[in-house]
């Protein structure tokens, strides 16, 4: 049969119309334009996590489960931090496997160093400051998590507070009536910041946000108390007095001190904005975090939020 040119023309461009129609129903990477890249993470930098395994009965943390769990949540950054004393966990998290996964995702972690005061080190003060300036000659941004068995100004402890202040990195403390142990109205904290006037602290658990509110006996600096806020609590006291103070909002401790009290913690968080850090204390997969509902349900201004959720946390880290 004879098939005219035009009609022969006529039906190849048909065919490959309709061709081209049902392709574009299917996936096909490289042929036409690529599947929109996912969102980069932006809106947090989370200054309170660990890696590894913290307690007996919980499950490892990894890095890529970190990872994961960020991109979740639109975590930008982490602060990985150690655990080096025998009251701070069931298992010690060195500072090497930290340093480690910053060097592998510069872009998503920050590593903390630490070293518990009481370790035996030769040359004393000068012995602590050689190992805490290798660990930030090796990437470390700051000193913690400290959470030690001792007095918060006890003399061992003051000793790394002096190196630290000398090596020029911030602090990040946990507070309770086992670690860091202070009284009602955090005179031993005090001490600390009159003392060392060049130290960045970065206050965090029960001890330091019971103390958002006045009127606590020794008892509350071991728990999460309830109820409204008190006048004359210490935070306020201190971060009015003292630039050298800083709030980790993170773990059960942070977001309780807010959502104890919305009212009174909405304006904390609006006076101090320019001194509280989002974080949570995430240490193993699957754990629940207020921090996201509790802080969003707040309606903040966005400058305000913009300094909490991520800017204070590039300034102290020197991360811009």
Not at 72 to 81: K, P, R, T
Not at 219 to 225: E, G, I, N, Q, T
Request: charged fraction near 20%; aromatic fraction near 8%.
């Amino acid at each position: 049969m004879t098939v005219s040119r035009r009609h022969f023309l006529r039906t190849t461009a048909l065919s490959a119309a309709s061709t081209l129609a049902g392709l574009s129903t299917v996936s096909l990477p490289g042929l036409f334009a690529a599947d929109s890249p996912q969102k980069r993470a932006s809106k947090y930098i989370d200054v309170h996590t660990h890696i590894g395994t913290t307690w007996n009965g919980n499950k490892e943390l990894t890095a890529d489960g970190l990872l994961h769990w960020m991109d979740e949540h639109d975590v930008e950054m982490s602060v990985l931090l150690p655990l080096t004393s025998p009251e701070s966990s069931s298992f010690l998290l060195l500072t090497e496997p930290a340093l480690q996964a910053a060097k592998d995702h510069p872009d998503r972690f920050v590593a903390f160093c630490s070293i518990d005061p009481r370790t035996s080190v030769r040359g004393g003060r000068n012995g602590f400051r050689d190992v805490i300036q290798r660990y930030v000659d090796q990437g470390a941004r700051g000193f913690g998590e400290h959470k030690v068995g001792l007095d918060f100004d006890d003399p061992l402890m003051m000793q790394i507070y002096d190196v630290c202040q000398e090596v020029g990195i911030p602090l990040l403390f946990h507070m309770d009536n086992q670690r860091g142990m202070d009284q009602p109205g955090l005179p031993r904290l005090e001490h600390a910041l009159v003392t060392f006037p060049k130290l960045n602290f970065i206050g965090h658990g029960p001890g330091w946000w019971a103390s958002i509110s006045g009127g606590l006996t020794q008892k509350d600096l071991m728990s999460y108390p309830t109820g409204k806020v008190n006048p004359g609590g210490a935070i306020d006291r201190l971060m009015e007095q003292y630039p050298n103070i800083y709030g980790d909002l993170s773990a059960g401790s942070g977001s309780n001190s807010i959502s104890r009290d919305k009212d009174f913690g909405r304006e904390f968080m609006l006076r101090r904005q320019d001194r509280l850090l989002f974080g949570t204390d995430y240490l193993q997969p699957g754990q629940p975090v207020p921090q996201f509902e509790v802080f969003d349900s707040l309606n903040l201004p966005a400058d305000a939020q913009r300094k909490i959720y991520r800017g204070n946390a590039e300034k102290l880290l020197k991360l811009v």
